[in-house]
């Protein structure tokens, strides 16, 4: 027996739930750490005795918390074609932001103390962002639409990872004995954050763009013409479908 087919007005309503949480969370954490960060009372401790340390954690935290906001807006259909101008100026200040945000990180996650596994998670995050977000840039100056949508989930995926990475560090915080340190939430909540985002937005991407695409070619070959390229689906399956328009366009 196949699996029930969700309706299209359940579907719809579905992933514009998610959209919203995922805007929710997303401006939630930006507007709760970056301020504290930016007047010199953040609750994380900061080793003030290393040079340029605090200055990197600022300068990394007022881009990163732009590129948070900023996201989920570039992924809604209806924005993108009423507004085609705003859509490619927060895009070029998304990745503008993006590359601000990770010089500023490099830094600071090669002078950190919280150890090396930490290192290795943020600087893996780091190599990983810039090269979606270049991958990105790429695209839509090739004027692949597609293909520049598929990089800009795989970015924003890995952008949203301050936030699973707080809400897993809050998680383990409470159900972890007090035994455990600090660090080693933490970095073990870096982690997840990452390689879970990882997964979900290449989950995303099979489910919502490749899998149609797929079913698209199988009807061309009995005869209906294969339509569209990567990416295209219709804007009332969700807040991400339908024809993208460039995140950024240079020039």
């Given at each position: 027996?196949?699996?029930?087919?969700?309706?299209?007005?359940?579907?719809?309503?579905?992933?514009?739930?998610?959209?919203?949480?995922?805007?929710?969370?997303?401006?939630?954490?930006?507007?709760?750490?970056?301020?504290?960060?930016?007047?010199?009372?953040?609750?994380?401790?900061i080793?003030?005795?290393?040079?340029?340390?605090?200055?990197?954690?600022?300068?990394?935290?007022?881009?990163?918390?732009?590129?948070?906001?900023?996201?989920?807006?570039?992924?809604?259909?209806?924005?993108?074609?009423?507004?085609?101008?705003?859509?490619?100026?927060?895009?070029?200040?998304?990745?503008?932001?993006?590359?601000?945000?990770?010089?500023?990180?490099?830094?600071?996650?090669?002078?950190?103390?919280?150890?090396?596994?930490?290192?290795?998670?943020?600087?893996?995050?780091?190599?990983?962002?810039?090269?979606?977000?270049?991958?990105?840039?790429?695209?839509?100056?090739?004027?692949?639409?597609?293909?520049?949508?598929?990089?800009?989930i795989?970015?924003?995926?890995?952008?949203?990872?301050?936030?699973?990475?707080?809400?897993?560090?809050?998680?383990?915080?409470?159900?972890?004995?007090?035994?455990?340190?600090?660090?080693?939430?933490?970095?073990?909540?870096?982690?997840?954050?990452?390689?879970?985002?990882?997964?979900?937005?290449?989950?995303?991407?099979?489910?919502?763009?490749?899998?149609?695409?797929?079913?698209?070619?199988?009807?061309?070959?009995?005869?209906?013409?294969?339509?569209g390229?990567?990416?295209?689906?219709?804007?009332?399956?969700?807040?991400?479908a339908?024809?993208?328009q460039?995140?950024?366009?240079?020039?």
């Amino acid at each position: 027996m196949s699996a029930p087919v969700m309706s299209p007005v359940v579907r719809r309503r579905w992933w514009w739930f998610l959209w919203g949480l995922l805007a929710l969370l997303a401006t939630g954490i930006a507007a709760y750490f970056v301020p504290p960060y930016l007047t010199g009372s953040s609750a994380v401790p900061i080793d003030r005795a290393i040079v340029g340390y605090y200055a990197s954690l600022v300068v990394h935290a007022l881009p990163a918390g732009l590129t948070l906001i900023i996201g989920p807006w570039q992924f809604v259909p209806r924005l993108r074609a009423r507004f085609p101008k705003l859509h490619r100026v927060l895009g070029r200040v998304y990745l503008i932001s993006v590359v601000a945000a990770s010089a500023a990180a490099a830094y600071a996650s090669a002078v950190t103390t919280s150890g090396f596994a930490l290192q290795v998670a943020f600087y893996l995050l780091i190599v990983a962002w810039l090269y979606t977000a270049a991958q990105a840039y790429r695209t839509i100056r090739r004027r692949e639409v597609g293909l520049h949508r598929i990089w800009m989930i795989r970015n924003y995926a890995l952008t949203f990872a301050a936030v699973t990475l707080r809400v897993y560090l809050m998680i383990g915080m409470q159900v972890l004995p007090s035994s455990v340190p600090y660090k080693d939430i933490y970095t073990a909540a870096a982690w997840a954050g990452l390689l879970g985002n990882v997964l979900v937005a290449e989950y995303f991407i099979v489910q919502r763009t490749l899998a149609p695409l797929a079913r698209r070619a199988g009807r061309g070959a009995v005869g209906s013409p294969v339509a569209g390229s990567a990416g295209q689906g219709t804007a009332a399956d969700s807040p991400v479908a339908g024809p993208p328009q460039p995140v950024s366009q240079g020039g």
